[in-house]
């Protein structure tokens, strides 16, 4: 079965410094994996996904995200991070070859230091 | 830009009513979700439905629950008998296809508060 990990719960950051979000994932078959940021009250925001190519993927806001298949992580990374940044960040993965469900992992809440 | 549209954003029912959520997922796209998270928690899967019929569901998904896309553009989450337990905000998701395609675009959700 599925699974996703994340295990920050929360994590503070100050502004400008760098920032890595920890994710591992758990699946038999080619994974197809997410990124989604939400936002206090809002909906859920794609950052980036990856299913197959390069292993290090470009997203929105700066973000990016390098998949390691040997060590089944999704880690999301951002060089400088900016007080907007605050937010719920989820990693969700999915099965690539058929319209399967999405597995979201439990959350990183982050927080931005000024 | 096409997006998934939700509503009500916010519904407040007594314990036992019947809830209908509503979702106009992006026209184009060929599968369905819909997801919840109660607050301060992770975002559960609820069902996928694909060519009219459900594709799959959890656990969470029981006998009170149902789906249906009654024209074509809507799709509908039915709670039949709400309990306490199902406050949640419920999320309608919808993808172009599958492999590639297949990345899921959300609402911005429908917040249920049962009394």
């Known amino acids: 079965a599925q699974s996703v990990t994340q295990p920050d719960i929360h994590i503070t950051v100050s502004e400008g410094a760098s920032l890595e979000l920890r994710c591992n994932y758990s699946?038999?078959?080619?994974?197809?994996l997410f990124w989604y940021v939400q936002s206090p009250g809002q909906g859920l925001q794609l950052l980036l996904k990856?299913?197959?190519?390069?292993?290090l993927v470009q997203g929105i806001k700066g973000f990016e995200a390098e998949f390691k298949r040997s060590q089944s992580s999704f880690n999301l990374r951002k060089p400088s991070v900016h007080w907007s940044d605050a937010a719920e960040y989820f990693c969700?993965?999915?099965?690539?070859?058929?319209?399967?469900?999405?597995?979201f992992g439990p959350g990183t809440s982050l927080s931005v230091i000024p | 830009e096409p997006e998934v549209t939700q509503t009500p954003s916010h519904q407040v029912t007594q314990m036992g009513q019947e809830v209908i959520l509503r979702c106009v997922p992006i026209?184009?796209?060929?599968?369905f979700y819909w997801y919840r998270q109660i607050l301060g928690q992770k975002v559960e899967f609820l069902v996928s439905?694909?060519?009219?019929?459900?594709?799959?569901k959890s656990e969470i998904f029981d006998d009170q629950f149902s789906v249906e896309r009654p024209d074509g553009s809507n799709f509908t989450l039915k709670i039949r008998s709400t309990k306490l337990e199902d406050s949640a905000m419920y999320f309608c998701?919808?993808?172009?296809?599958?492999?590639?395609?297949?990345?899921?675009?959300f609402g911005e959700g429908s917040r249920l508060t049962v009394l």
């Open positions: 998701a919808s993808s172009p296809g599958q492999g590639a395609d297949r990345e899921l675009f």
């Open positions: 699946y038999g078959a080619t994974p197809y």
């Open positions: 990856y299913f197959s190519g390069d292993t």
């Open positions: 969700a993965v999915g099965a690539l070859a058929s319209y399967d469900k999405v597995i």
């Open positions: 026209s184009n796209h060929l599968y």
């Open positions: 439905f694909y060519n009219n019929e459900i594709s799959e």
